[in-house]
């Protein structure tokens, strides 16, 4: 029996960069299609890819594109480390190599008929704007929408042209806030959890979905549960090293769960024991 | 005389669980007060005889730095209280206050207040219970702010 | 005795029990490599027992055991010529079923564009395994889980584990560290092999009790002459198997012992262990079950060619966990603390069973001798939170 019967999820389906764009001084956004136009990709919102340099490496990312838009896909990342520099460094019509889309997702089925929360910290958008659009696309469906988002510097928020148009077309309630401003800036300034005691939603019927530094989301999620959301209704976006995306390599262990498979969108409730521990 | 901001005190999750005598006791010290954008509503510095209930707008914390202009530390919108300078000596304001949009809100005559919770132990009670509690609150948030939690990896 | 048949007419059935002698092993082996098997097996090298190409029993380790402690191994000559007389060394069968260096594909630049070769599908390495002790089997059995019990399958290893022929060996003798009995994986082959083999050198000839335990196996066998087991063999084994399982090296106690770990996360025996391990890394490559692997991407100078190997990793080493600027677990105690409770109690939660099969191997070859079964033990016996539903004793 030869290894070519069964697919092997190690290889990477070369995409080609359409467009490259700088959101903030150090995130940027690929815009991607497949190089075989029959490739067939389809995801939900939350789930990441593997993304291949050549010759370089690869890097975990959420895909941060509309999921109805397939095939087109788009990731915004930060340049952290030799990777995601080396992507920088990549142009219009340059490949990388994609695999995926792995991971679970953000509960939209779930959220139906209900409040929903959207709280945001830095790049944490990015991995939580498919569920922003497959909300919108079907806002009937939902009561409240609030969207809480949070970064360092007004310069840091991510997709501000998008948001200013989600705030005029549909009916929801977007609250931005910032670490630290110049006298420039005429809005809330604090972290993004002082926003939650007054965000106009209601507690007994919410689903909370929240990404960023695990501090920001730890720190919400106590402020939600204060409020009385159900811990089974907040989920959060986790993140751990990874080599392989497919549960086989081990470094995304968190506690008994692997971020690629059992994340990484995760019910607090389910990780709730293991959440905040040191070195685990 | 049901002085007619006792409502919306009574309504106000700040004075949630207080004996209805305490909140007419601090309503006859309230008043309405409007500030257009740009506003200072207190210096750094300036006797701390007063704190507000913001009811409506964006009030900001600031802090003059020579080289750096006004610096926004935080900003208090609807329904948050601003200040506690006036509980603790030397009852002073440790800060800029501005209004950043134009704003309603509720001013309570602190030094009043304090005579009255030194008067009355129980009203002295409820009210520091609760400064407590806004400044725990403020505490965790500047301490996440500390850690510059979206901060460059390097 | 009975009279020996060759090429018996009778067809070899699972589940029978058979008796061949020392020279028919030997024509097993043969039969094997005739038809393109890579027979590994253990073989003394560099004083040690280690699983490499055997060709004929003569490669074996006949007449060697050995003496395994904390952080110690040492190689003896015994009285007898047993071939299996010892138990496990450093290496495990997963050195052939999940190699420790794999090319997983090769990628060319083409202008802008990259082309992935996948590596040529090769006809897969057919493996006979000889030797395979039952704690082995149940490692297989647990990586089997990982690899191809999931939602993704490496289809290497599947097409490595579905060529494998598996030849068992009943350990009639348990090692120093051994501590199959305490999770239920040994010292008797139950499952999983194709052959089990218990030697017995007693009351008769070199001789090997043969376990059929599937229909490859049945055809394996049926090459060389057997004959029915009699009953004096048969109780023989049982009584070899019984003396075995009281004989073991050590003991651990697994009641309870995933929420034991997951209520002591913080218990001070995490410091007192620290003190000595040195994260070399040591257990996580002998570990019959560790998977843990890493993959480095690499260019040729031009840069126009590329390649992505995998590899081995360990959890102990102070990148595994790295992420933005820094380590998740950046201390030895952590480190420790994540291969332990991984081992013992997440693993459960993973995949429904122990990560653990009794081997000992990881406390062999410590260098610092440290004992998994000593470390929980000790958080056992100062457990933080006693279960509220132990039954009270001396109750009417």
Redesign the interface.
């Known amino acids: 029996m030869t290894a070519g019967l069964v697919p092997d999820p190690m290889l990477p389906t070369p995409y080609r960069i359409q467009r490259v764009r700088q959101e903030t001084d150090d995130t940027f956004t690929l815009e991607l299609l497949p190089e075989d136009s029959s490739h067939r990709f389809s995801f939900e919102p939350g789930q990441f890819n593997m993304l291949y340099v050549f010759g370089v490496g690869e890097v975990p990312i959420s895909i941060s594109s509309d999921p109805d838009d397939v095939p087109l896909l788009k990731h915004t990342t930060r340049v952290v480390g030799t990777v995601t520099k080396a992507m920088r460094q990549l142009k219009r019509g340059d490949t990388i190599g994609i695999r995926g889309p792995y991971g679970t997702h953000w509960p939209v089925q779930e959220a139906v008929g209900r409040d929903v929360v959207i709280a945001a910290g830095g790049i944490g958008l990015a991995p939580l704007r498919p569920a922003l659009y497959r909300l919108m696309a079907e806002r009937e469906r939902y009561h409240k929408i609030v969207l809480l988002y949070g970064t360092r510097t007004p310069e840091d928020m991510l997709y501000r042209h998008e948001l200013e148009q989600w705030r005029g077309k549909f009916d929801l309630e977007i609250q931005v806030t910032v670490d630290r401003a110049a006298s420039s800036w005429r809005g809330n300034v604090g972290v993004v959890t002082t926003m939650i005691p007054r965000a106009p939603f209601d507690p007994s019927n919410t689903l909370a979905m929240i990404c960023g530094p695990e501090v920001m989301m730890r720190f919400t999620v106590m402020e939600l549960v204060k409020r009385g959301v159900a811990a089974e209704r907040i989920y959060l976006s986790g993140e751990r090293n990874m080599k392989c995306g497919i549960g086989f390599c081990g470094h995304c262990q968190f506690g008994p769960t692997f971020v690629c498979k059992d994340g990484p969108v995760f019910a607090y409730s389910h990780i709730a024991p293991i959440l905040g521990k040191s070195e685990v | 005389m049901i002085h007619t901001l006792e409502p919306i005190l009574r309504d106000h999750p700040f004075f949630q669980g207080m004996e209805d005598r305490h909140i007419q006791l601090i309503a006859g010290c309230s008043m309405n007060v409007r500030f257009n ?1 740009g506003d200072v509503i207190f210096h750094e510095g300036d006797p701390a005889d007063q704190f507000y209930l913001v009811r409506e707008g ?1 009030v ?1 914390v600031q802090f003059v730095i020579p080289n750096r ?7 208090y ?4 209280v601003l200040g506690w300078s006036w509980l603790f000596p030397p009852y002073r304001w440790h800060f800029d206050a501005r209004a ?2 134009p704003t309603h809100a509720l001013a309570f005559d602190g030094k009043c207040l304090r005579g009255k919770c030194d008067e009355d132990h129980d009203l002295g009670y409820e009210i520091y219970k609760r400064f407590m509690q806004i400044v725990t609150e403020r505490l ?2 500047t301490r ?2 500390l ?8 | 005795m009975g009279a020996l048949r060759t090429a018996s007419p009778e067809p070899l059935q699972t589940g029978d029990r058979v008796v061949i002698e020392l020279e028919h092993l030997d024509q097993l082996l043969q039969g094997l490599a005739d038809r393109n098997y890579e027979v590994v097996g253990p073989t003394v090298h560099e004083g040690a027992i280690v699983y490499e190409r055997v060709t004929s029993i003569r490669d074996l380790p006949s007449g060697w055991t050995d003496e395994q402690a904390g952080g110690r191994y040492r190689l003896k000559r015994r009285e007898d010529g047993a071939l299996f007389g010892y138990v496990v060394g450093p290496h495990s069968w997963k050195k052939f079923l999940y190699p420790p260096q794999q090319q997983l594909w090769r990628a060319e630049r083409n202008g802008k564009g990259l082309c992935i070769l996948p590596e040529k599908a090769q006809a897969t390495t057919k493996y006979a395994f000889l030797g395979v002790r039952a704690c082995e089997l149940h490692a297989i059995a647990v990586q089997d889980k990982v690899f191809l019990e999931g939602h993704f399958v490496d289809p290497g290893y599947k097409s490595r584990r579905e060529s494998l022929v598996l030849l068992a060996v009943n350990c009639t003798q348990p090692g120093g560290n051994c501590f199959c009995a305490s999770m239920n994986t040994g010292p008797k082959a139950a499952s999983g092999f194709d052959l089990a083999l218990t030697e017995l050198l007693q009351d008769g000839p070199h001789r090997f009790l043969v376990d059929v335990g599937t229909v490859r196996g049945a055809e394996v066998l049926s090459n060389v002459p057997w004959q029915r087991a009699e009953g004096a063999d048969q109780q023989q084994a049982a009584r070899l198997l019984a003396e075995a399982t009281r004989h073991m090296g050590r003991r651990l106690d697994t009641h309870g012992i995933k929420e034991l770990l997951y209520r002591n996360y913080e218990h001070p025996q995490w410091d007192t262990v620290t003190e000595r391990c040195l994260s070399c890394a040591n257990c996580t490559m002998v570990c019959p079950t560790c998977f843990c692997s890493t993959v480095e991407d690499v260019t040729d100078l031009t840069g126009e060619h590329a390649e992505r190997w995998r590899r081995w990793d360990s959890c102990f080493t102070v990148d595994f966990s790295y992420i933005h600027g820094g380590s998740v677990r950046a201390t030895p105690r952590a480190r420790y603390r994540q291969w332990m409770t991984h081992k013992l109690a997440t693993w459960i939660d993973q995949f429904g069973v122990s990560g653990c099969v009794g081997c000992g191997r990881c406390i062999t070859w410590c260098p610092v001798g440290i004992d998994i079964t000593v470390e929980a033990a000790a958080i056992r016996a100062s457990d933080s939170v006693k279960a509220t539903t132990e039954p009270e004793q001396g109750v009417a």
Not at chain 2, 77 to 80: A, F, R, T
Not at chain 2, 148 to 154: A, P, T
């Open positions: 954008a964006l900001s202009g006004l610096t926004t530390i935080t900003t919108g609807n329904g948050e950043q949009q965790e948030s996440l702010l850690l510059d939690m979206y901060g460059n990896i390097r």
